[in-house]
């Protein structure tokens, strides 16, 4: 498990209903001493005054360093079917499939909410999970039922 410093830039995966399978960019703020973190969220703001970042507790389990951009090259296709992506909605980057392309949208599915939406290829990047070695890898593609 990756061991993070003050100021360094990461991703919350929450754990709440309705919100599994998102992930929030944040910075840590402090380490506590029972291996927790506080983090300062990039995009999510407080209940109550929403002026502020929100600053929240959360788990080291919950805690990863942000990914990697993957840049494709010129002329390639960047997604195809069954792809995993990440679509940034919602303040977050939720895990999501691709089921087609049309125009110049990409259409994900959630597993998680059962939405489907269309997204610009600008608001999607490739899934890649961190994995318990501390490396990231791609994900294998997925099989829709």
């Not at 389990?61 to 010129?74: A, Q, S, Y």
């Not at 999970?129 to 994900?139: D, I, Q, R, T």
């Amino acid at each position: 498990m990756a061991v993070f410093k003050v100021g360094d830039r990461i991703e919350v995966c929450s754990k709440e209903q309705g919100f599994i399978g998102s992930y929030y960019e944040a910075t840590i703020v402090s380490k506590l001493s029972d291996g927790s973190y506080r983090v300062r969220y990039k995009n999510l703001v407080e209940e109550n005054d929403h002026s502020r970042l929100l600053i929240e507790q959360v788990s080291s389990d919950e805690v990863r360093p942000m990914p990697p951009r993957i840049i494709e090259g010129k002329g390639t296709q960047f997604y195809s079917v069954l792809d995993k992506v990440d679509a940034f909605d919602n303040d977050g980057w939720w895990v999501g499939i691709v089921t087609g392309k049309d125009d110049f949208k990409y259409w994900v599915y959630f597993e998680t909410t059962g939405d489907h939406i269309a997204y610009p290829v600008s608001r999607l990047r490739k899934h890649l999970e961190w994995s318990n070695n501390g490396f990231w890898v791609l994900p294998k593609k997925s099989l829709l039922s």
